[in-house]
């Protein structure tokens, strides 16, 4: 596991900061949805520095937020929820198959290769696989589940209304997402954040 120095700790704490304001200050939510852009937070902390930061960021993120800024009973359900997103954000996004880093350094100052790597299929596909994994299975699935426990709703009558929630936001979210990648191989941001 790779050890957090304390510029990423607090380039992380931003990050948490970030994902705190944008899920409860910048997003649509009714009792059993919820669309905002706190994943952005998530998305970046997995891209520049693997699953456990993306999983600290989302689970800190969202205790921090359900503490702080509750909008009904702190359940640990949807905590777990977000680590598991920052995870799978991590693992599609900051490794590629052969390992190496989405950015990697080297290609820094290669503005061809860097840019090959944004654009390609390979990109594509993860983010792609991500979103649906997070959508489909962790936002959808669990998400409702912790919903129509919280709530003794009937979890087939949640789950239809949901439904249409994740068919929404997954093509906004890997649009924002291959749009994040590309600002972020610039090298004043990888600079700021301690890449």
């Known amino acids: 596991m790779k050890k957090f120095s304390t510029r990423i700790l607090v380039t992380l704490s931003v990050l948490v900061a970030l994902q705190v304001i944008l899920t409860r200050f910048c997003s649509f939510n009714a009792w059993n949805v919820s669309i905002g852009f706190g994943f952005t937070a998530l998305v970046i902390a997995g891209i520049f520095y693997g699953p456990a930061a993306g999983a600290l960021v989302g689970g800190l993120g969202d205790f921090i ?7 009904g009973p702190y359940f640990p359900g949807f905590t777990l929820t977000q680590i598991l997103m920052g995870a799978v954000f991590g693992l599609l996004l900051y490794q590629k198959h052969s390992s190496e880093p989405l950015f990697s ?25 991500a979103v649906l ?45 291959y749009t994040l990648t590309n600002v972020l191989k610039r090298a004043d941001i990888r600079n700021a954040l301690a890449i």
């Open 105 to 129: 350094k080297s290609s820094a100052s290669d503005a061809s290769s860097f840019s090959g790597k944004a654009g390609s299929a390979s990109l594509i596909l993860r983010i792609v696989t």
């Open 133 to 177: 994994i997070n959508q489909f299975v962790l936002s959808l699935l669990m998400n409702t589940l912790w919903i129509s426990i919280i709530y003794g709703s009937s979890f087939t009558g949640l789950l239809a209304t949901r439904s249409l929630q994740a068919v929404v936001t997954a093509p906004v979210q890997m649009i924002i997402i």
């Open 65 to 71: 937020g359900a503490v702080a800024f509750p909008r």
